[in-house]
């Protein structure tokens, strides 16, 4: 079974300080992505990447940067944290183009608050 | 460019009734589509996904859903609700013409709640 870790499953910061969100799969999957899922918005899509140190936008990349130095860890890091950032974060993985590349794989999430 | 609509945001029913869930979706190309559950305070799990073949696909727990080109609908169904299917259901299109990397258009989810 593929897994998807997150590092932590609640997190409490403060407006201003940097947010390091840590995802790890286990499944040697080539592409991974960070949501935000807000209440009535669904997921949305801030960042994915399709290989080690590649990365691209997705719909709202505003106010976050991602990190993949190892094909196993993608990490969201929020600079400068801000109240309208706290949402729940979601990491997944899928394959790349030798597989099924359309299901993705998600983690546990990440419930941010930012006071 | 793809979208997805799940009408009812939330929906209620009785255990051991009906459930249906209903998604609509827009694409300019064949859609790759899925239904996720998320139970409180976890990810994402797969239900069940349609890419070619047969428009009726069974998935977990007993749900199922029939891709209908026609109606662009791709509804989730189960015979008989139990008390366990209670969560929140996302409906998604997959963007996969974009080379190997396949991003999913996520609607904004149907909380469904059984009531005993």
């Known amino acids: 079974d593929v897994k998807v870790t997150q590092s932590s499953r609640y997190l409490v910061k403060r407006t201003g300080e940097k947010v390091f969100l840590e995802c790890v799969q286990d499944m040697d999957h080539e592409n991974m992505f960070w949501y935000r899922q807000d209440p009535g918005l669904g997921l949305r899509l801030i960042y994915f990447?399709?290989?080690?140190?590649?990365?691209e936008k997705g719909d709202i990349p505003e106010g976050y940067s991602v990190s993949r130095e190892k094909k196993e860890r993608f990490s969201l890091i929020l600079e400068s944290a801000s109240t309208n950032q706290t949402s729940m974060y979601l990491c997944?993985?899928?394959?790349?183009?030798?597989?099924?590349?359309?299901?993705?794989?998600f983690g546990p999430g990440t419930r941010l608050l930012v006071l | 460019a793809q979208s997805v609509t799940q009408l009812g945001s939330h929906v209620s029913v009785s255990e051991g009734a009906l459930v249906l869930l209903r998604c609509n979706y827009s694409?300019?190309?064949?859609?790759?589509l899925f239904w996720y559950v998320q139970y409180p305070n976890q990810g994402l799990q797969l239900l069940l996904k349609y890419t070619t073949g047969a428009t009726l696909v069974k998935g977990i727990n007993g749900f199922e859903a029939e891709f209908k080109k026609s109606e662009t609908s791709f509804h989730l169904t189960k015979p008989s609700a139990h008390m366990s299917d209670a969560a929140e259901y996302f409906c998604a299109v997959s963007d996969h013409y974009g080379g190997a990397t396949n991003k999913l258009i996520f609607g904004t989810g149907t909380l469904l709640a059984v009531q005993p």
């Open positions: 694409s300019s190309v064949p859609p790759y």
């Open positions: 997944a993985s899928s394959l790349g183009a030798a597989g099924d590349r359309e299901t993705q794989y």
């Open positions: 990447s399709y290989d080690v140190k590649m990365k």
